[in-house]
């Protein structure tokens, strides 16, 4: 009898521990079998051949590596898993794990749409100096708490330039333009400070609108030009520089709330090899690019932008007042020192 009693003592402090253990993975999300694979999902909007797709692939490379094949990332790019609004939502309900997404997140955190002003920044300096600081920190706390998205990091794209059918040198040109915009309202105002005539419409859309005269004119970093091919249904480029670009590599809270320490320091790295690589690309490519198209026939205008730069500011606090006014006074704040 006396045995029989220690072996029941003996199994319930085995019992115990067991469970113990088993809380403390889970408390941090790892309750996976050490041996599971893990099947990841990477969606993105643009092609095969754009440099999103070069950033991914590094991402993955990354990942793969460093979990030693237990995490396995598969990139969908070109709409595969649909338009940005379709990729964040699929963040938000965990059938997306990683999303190259932007202006969309504003649809969920409205905070976000004051790095959208355009001639907010007025150079690459005051753009990293608020997107990288403490700034750019908060308002990634703010999406993850609105939207269950997490901002993992932002990738640079470089300054937005416009493409039409006619020069742009000055601000009359851009009078009445019919100009594509993504659905981003603090670019909408802007732009229509300035006297175009916005068109709200979907990238994949883009081509055939201006092939069919439907929209006049868009706007893009260089990259993004040269990968949807743009130069061939336009035939000039205008270097307005209005907006210091930025997409973010974000992820599914929900997927992340499942990872171990472990596999979240691993995406943490990932993310952060993977700027600095998608940087490097942007760095390097957007001359070259610019170049190429300029071969193809693309007509270069270096407009002088201090009247665009005026008439966007007219715009700015207006729209920062139905955002939050005191984070816009800081960001300027910020820009300013």
Known sequence: MKKIMIFVLLVTMLTAVLNGCSQQNKSVGGNQNADEIIELKLGHIQSENDIW???????????????????????????????DRDLAEGLQIGTVDFALIAGVLGNFEPSIQLLELPYLFGDYDQYNKVIHGEIGQEISDRVLNASGIRILTY????????TSNKPINTLQDIQGLKIRLPEIKAMVDTWKAMGASPTTMAWNEVYTGLEQNVIEAQENPIPFIYGGRIHEVQ??????????????????????????????????????????????????????LLEIMKQEGLTVTTPNTKEFVAAAKTAHENFAKTIDIDLYNKIVDAINK
């Open 53 to 83: 797709q070069e950033g991914a692939l590094k991402f993955k490379e990354v990942v793969e590596t460093k979990s030693n094949g237990k995490m396995k990332v598969t990139i969908y790019p070109n709409l595969t898993l649909g338009a």
């Open 155 to 162: 990738w640079d794209r470089g300054p937005r330039h416009v």
């Open 235 to 288: 035939e000039y480029l205008a270097l307005t520089a209005h907006k210091y670009e930025y997409v973010t590599i974000s992820m599914s809270d929900k997927r992340w709330q499942t990872l171990t320490e472990e596999q979240r320091k691993i995406i943490e790295e990932a993310a952060q090899v993977s700027t600095e690589y998608e940087n490097g690309l942007v760095n390097d490519k957007t001359d070259e």
